[in-house]
């Protein structure tokens, strides 16, 4: 009912605000006898954290991942596994500001409405520090995945009105876009400087493709993978549209023109981005999702406090100029979550 | 873990192939007390129904509610709803050419390779036929919602190249479109109808607004109101992707022109489309779908036989030129559902 | 969270009334390919269906199973699995004396308080009818778990004061008591008969014994193969206790006389209930509940009406003097259902 | 799937080991705005751990409660509520007799049949620690249900053969049975300390009543407020059984002894105990719970290693001659559990 748990037969629950304790996640219905060391995890929240260029927030926080349950003699048991990131002694007095006025595009109006309650401290829940479990989860499922041959990878597409114009896998993880064409990367970069230096933010696509993925997967008629995939994308702070294969493209084309024909080796084309009726089948996965830009910018914007007065704020501090490059990991891992659950009810279904 | 189940304080569970006995939906979680005639169901269930214009297929179905439990004396009762909708006789010959050839852009193949077995049928499971369940659900949430003074209207943006211009609700329901802009309803007709004498088939863009829902229904972080929006709506048949507010165009500007802004009487605009963080702002909610054009044409199209031959098809038959007037009412349902579940959710939280 | 549906890799919704138009089952998750015909279910159902003998009532229902949906060419497609059996035409005014009364031992009074409106008509939703359902997807689960060489017999173990003292699975459907002991069955049959002439009425110990479950079901910590059973059980009609293996015998012994201690061939005794830490040991599963005598009695009883005015009650018609022998397939049902989930869910686990 | 999460409206999901890092629970759901700190959870953690008297084990375990996310300023938020307890710094090494041989009574045999692999320090996920997480769960739903006016006691009605005579709820946290009859309680701990001696332990009878529980919590059919109950407790190490009100004695009575009349004052009589049709009666829920005796013992006992040979062990160290009284706050922690989540669920069923 309240909404902390993902997933079914892969399950895990988040807790966690960005200045509280600690930040963390139960993974539920982990696979024992996997091999798993808290470098595993560690591998993929170094690519979520702050400060690891200009272009994002230069925040240092620590993210260090410990698991505390469900792992024995480096291999997974099968019981529930706990990773927790403690969070550094932040002062909070550096929120006071934010603490009575709501930040245009940040989440502070919709909290003390939904609980009558707000941790302001830094966003609390709603701040992007919570998708750390959702990563250390997603760490322990890949693991997985690529024992069965499935590759997830996700870049930045285009941002500040740059398209990539080639796709380069290596390239993704060696620019701070994490784009996937290194000269788009490059002018991106350049264009979010100067953002930055307008005291002012951008967003971006981030596009997702999977391969390997075995044709079945996915519980019609509402648990669709496509349906599931987009619930787990739309769920990532900030995104605000998902679409597959053709996606909104499909809207101005003909049915002559999308159906996906087959012949003997498979499929033509692939319009509908690797899933039909809501099942894969076995084409790549490939969709899209649209990142806005970042809330935290540090101009004065009209807002009203706690008391329904109007003000002015300014968010100050250290933000992220694009959050493109740090979504991007959490895009992967909320995939490899949704495939490995679909994986394992596949199996229950046909058990 | 199979997929036939949506909701949790408000939930449907769906049954039914098109060619099958019947198709329908058991609703657990209605609010005892509320008055419910099988009136206020057939009245949706005639939006939803072929046969109502020439771009949409001319099959008859018969497409009776029969409501089997949980109505005592014109009243829900709290235990389970069932409605039923009887399967009319149909010639399951007339779908032998299909039996062995999988449909380009059909579930055909997928459904195969997902079960092992497959009703061919008339699609069977993978039939539109099943979201009549979906609309009788939400035509009882729907009973609910007006009650507290929600309204969810949902109308063709776009299509065949053509996108409305104006906003007229009362213009919706007098188009065989269900366009919100009769001009360019009239248009769209036009189009649609040279396409389908092409033997071809388009789809489109719909938009739904909500109007009415108080800040605060959404439960973070998983099941955030866009979150289960998304899922909702990608798991009708056809849709290939959704955006909220400003949607992908938010991928292209900078914060300060994508925050909301706020003074003493709310948002001074809603690039958010009423979400944000997941949580209702108490502002319209607003999201646009891509509607992929009909799979089924009657050109000749190159697939595979079910041994991997290839094979040539034509789906002959009657099929909807543009599917989206008979989604609007089933983007209407499914947005009811997923703002019912969460009002109960929501009342749950702070009980 | 509206409680009609169990299990969650094999998930079932029942619905209906007793006096409305149809009870049924919607079954999400069955294994495709398995074949599957109506009379597999409806032998089940006669198990269950009054009239069977002079100790339970002799009303006559029909309880003919429909498969509605998720059967194609005799086999189940893994798609939604409905079942619906038709409430005959039944005359409500029978009820017009309970209309307003609470009947002792009834839930009349309960569903009114929980729901704020309740259907008289013969219980309504609490009707015994409503376990037509659980037997009809039962009997699915049957099927598949008598492929895997897994048997379930329950049989009545006590009534009316007599007890078993034989154990004789061959006796147990010769006999209107479905007892395990043919001679004590003889005796608790005519100590019925008397309590009937007394317009009294009597319940029992039910036990089931369940063979070929390998070790390993069950899901710690909550899902425990014991504590799902025991929901299962009690959430039946008339099911006041549940006890394990020695049960509440055990709370007598020491340690060393209820460890079922090991040697090479396994458990030299059986104390657990085949059941250890809520995982199957792979010895038999064993337990017994308490059925409490029928609450409709023809005997004169003090209650109140809706009004909360003192009235007297007599529950006229057609009662099961023992509904001891009507439970026992519903028994079967539950730990069919129950364990048949179970082994899905270990599949997933190990996926 | 996994079995680690309880509940739906206030749903808990538990984790850790015996000898892993920690152990604890997230709780999500709880209501936010309550008060709440660490000493209210501590309060309940105290009456669980071991070394409160010499019929339980005298080991030290420190048993801290942290609350690391969920409250701020010392009020619960709404968001996902996590307390960890950790693990001191065992010597594993202690546990390596039982490494390779399965103790009788224990789990051992049935999580390495389950998972593959086994945490065998202590028990692992079977030890009775990893109840620590339901208790401070329970300490949550406790602070809520008072505010309601609901009251939950258990206490150790028999064991050692003795039966309390009398009810003193004064009595009950002032004996180390946690009897609720003085007198027995002095019986049974010098019975206790005799079976002790003899390297032996022993079980007991639970009892537990609840008052204060308006009339209609309960979610027929399958979540039925008795069938949750025996769920959970059930799903608590050690328990074998569960009867409500006159539970196995109801099997002996006729109808018209055991129903329960009611007159313009309510019940006449409580043979239901509290639950009738699986919702709440507005009378006092009373319950009994069948607890065996503790598995360890030091005397040796026959079992097999994990090759399967034969092999003779004793269960060395210091054992718990009773758990009863180490039982009552779980027992107690457990019913709170199920009552806060059907109160919120009655709450969504109405909203």
Known sequence: MAGNTFGQAFRLTTFGESHGGAVGVIVDGVTPGLPLTE????????????????ITTPRKEPDIAHIMSGVFEGKTTGTPLMVILYNSDADPSAYDDIKDKFRPGHADFTYLKKYGIRDWRGSGRASGRETAGRVAAGAIARIQLEQMGI??????????????????PDAIEKNPLRACDPDAAAEMEKKIAAIKDGLDSVGGVIECR????????????FDKLDAELARAMVSIGSVKGIEFGAGFAAAEMTGSGHNDEMDENGFLTNNAGGIIGGISTGAEIVFRIAVKPTSSISRPQQTVNV?????????????????????????????????????????????
């Open 307 to 351: 008391a329904g007065t109007a003000a002015t704020i300014r968010t100050e501090g250290r933000h992220d100029a694009c959050i493109c490059p740090r979504i991007v990991p959490v895009v992967e891992a909320m995939a490899a979550l949704v495939l490995i659950d679909h994986h394992k009810r596949q199996k229950a279904m046909h058990a």
């Open 39 to 54: 470098t595993d995890i560690q591998k993929q929240l170094d690519r979520r954290k702050p400060g690891q260029s200009d």
């Open 151 to 168: 590759s997830i990878v996700a870049y930045t597409l285009k941002s500040a009105g740059i398209t990539c114009q080639t796709f380069d």
């Open 210 to 221: 999977i391969t390997g993925v075995e044709a079945g997967l996915g519980e019609p008629v």
